[in-house]
């Protein structure tokens, strides 16, 4: 993206922190990285940051304390904290006087952080289109108010903008409008300016009667009178409409001046704003829907299959070793759940990639439940954490549903590559299901999650599947030259 990439800082005493941060955003953002929140205040100076993320525990200052100081000079700037440990107090404080906008818990999860700096960067562009519309609002009122100043002197200029401002301009007297300029007329939906002054009046006691009185009972004599209404136009359209109302003589006449402005798209972007706040809330309450079923529920079904041999007396394998396998899965599963309270991706995968991730889920399966899964692949180096992750879960969804509902026997997975083309092609030999009646009925939050994870990669999905004979589940997304 070049020169048009975000600028972010990080600031956080550990180094290797700062350098896998850098590592993992540099691509998507000018990350500029600093151990020292002294030094880190000269940088603000220097750089246009539209986000600061801080480490809660520095020896200097905590995280809280550093960007409360940055939130008195830099207000707008988007304020994120990692921390291990946070109780509502601290919340509370932090957001009514540090300005923050997110708290992280570490250790971190990629994917977690870009959501989060993406919601960040989309906040800051709000705020600061909002104070581009705030600080335009501001200098035309000015100007405004200029020119009622001079309007005694100068009446010939004041009709000059009077005529040529686009914002709605009116004056009236004894309560009825005696002047009023065009950008006023298309505000109340006149679009005949051969309209008589009489036709007029009668045309706002009928439509527009709350309106009108408001700006002629909030008139003062000294100073002026702002205030915004909200107003529902002839077309039965809710508008907001700011209102500047003063008295003044005219000809030593007192009559009433208001300058009304249509600030209906600033409301709209308070909307957006606020929208984009909930939208991000709603997606981490589903993206911790997902993980649990996605990542704890098949962890917790193969320990089930563990206990059911054990408690089988029948059994001849050695149950030594199904011990052994059911205490490493029960830590498996304690790292899984401390996986998804902090956001983070299943640590065999992290550690070894995807296809390694599923070999070793197959195994433990193949070695309790006897059922074969055969596994290849031609993929060469890591795909991108994201899309590891998501694929990971279709998967393990995929032989979850083969074992426990498709009763198969035999699983087979291949993963391929075509150039910039992945491809895994699943299948089994269960009892199989009816599509399109599970889609239809809605039945089955895995099928629903594993579709809905294809979609969100970018990637298509396509599932056949005959009863009695089995499942065909075929996957296909594209990436770029690196795999990314």
Not at 341 to 360: Q, Y
Request: proline share 2%; net charge negative; hydrophobic share 40%.
């Amino acid at each position: 993206m070049g020169s048009k990439k975000d600028y972010i800082l990080y600031v956080d005493d550990e180094p290797l922190n700062l350098e896998i941060f850098k590592a993992f955003l540099e691509h998507e953002y000018h990350v500029i990285i600093e151990s020292s929140p002294s030094k880190a205040f000269e940088l603000i100076k220097i750089y246009p940051f539209k986000v600061i993320v801080a480490d809660q525990r520095m020896p200097d200052l905590s995280g809280l304390e550093f960007l409360q100081q940055v939130q008195v000079d830099y207000p707008d700037i988007v304020k994120i904290i990692f921390t291990a440990f946070v109780d509502n107090d601290t919340m509370l404080q932090a957001i009514n006087q540090g300005g923050i906008f997110k708290f992280l818990k570490k250790p971190w999860d990629t994917n977690e952080m870009r959501q989060a700096l993406q919601s960040g960067i989309i906040e800051f562009n709000l705020k600061a289109e909002n104070n581009k519309l705030l600080r335009e609002l501001k200098q035309k009122n000015d100007e405004l108010e200029l020119a009622l100043i001079k309007i005694k002197e100068k009446e010939n200029k004041f009709y000059t903008i009077f005529s040529n401002s686009n914002d709605g301009i009116v004056i009236f007297k004894d309560n009825k409008l005696i002047e009023a300029n065009y950008a006023f007329l298309n505000l109340i939906d006149i679009r005949d300016v051969g309209m008589s002054f009489d036709e007029i009046n009668k045309y706002l006691a009928k439509k527009y009667h709350t309106f009108i009185t408001r700006i002629i009972d909030h008139a003062p004599r000294e100073g002026q009178y702002m205030q915004e209404i909200e107003v529902m136009n002839a077309r039965n359209e809710k508008r907001y409409f700011q209102l500047n109302s003063k008295r003044i003589d005219i000809e030593n006449e007192e009559v009433i001046l208001s300058i009304v402005r249509d600030t209906t798209d600033l409301k709209q972007l308070d909307l957006k704003i606020m929208d984009a706040i909930v939208r991000t809330q709603e997606d981490a309450q589903t993206y911790y829907a997902r993980e649990l079923h996605d990542g704890l529920g098949p962890n917790l079904s193969t320990l089930k299959m563990y206990i059911q041999w054990l408690s089988d007396n029948n059994n001849t394998i050695n149950k030594e070793l199904i011990t052994q396998q059911t205490i490493m899965g029960i830590d498996e599963a304690i790292y899984t759940l401390k996986d998804i309270a902090n956001n983070l991706s299943p640590h065999i995968l992290r550690n070894f990639g995807l296809v390694h991730a599923i070999k070793t889920f197959a195994d433990k399966i193949e070695m309790t439940k006897g059922v074969v899964v055969v596994i290849s692949s031609n993929l060469s180096g890591r795909l991108n954490d994201n899309l590891e992750i998501h694929l990971y879960r279709i998967l393990m969804e995929c032989i979850n549903n083969s074992i426990k509902h498709g009763q198969s026997s035999k699983i087979i997975i291949k993963f391929s590559r075509v150039d910039n083309n992945i491809q895994i092609l699943y299948s089994d030999n269960g009892v199989g299901f009816d599509v399109e009646k599970v889609q239809h009925e809605k039945k089955g939050m895995g099928l629903y999650n594993m579709i809905n994870r294809v979609k969100l990669i970018g990637g298509d999905i396509n599932i056949k599947s005959n009863l009695s004979v089995g499942t065909d589940i075929k996957i296909n997304l594209m990436t770029t030259e690196n795999g990314k």
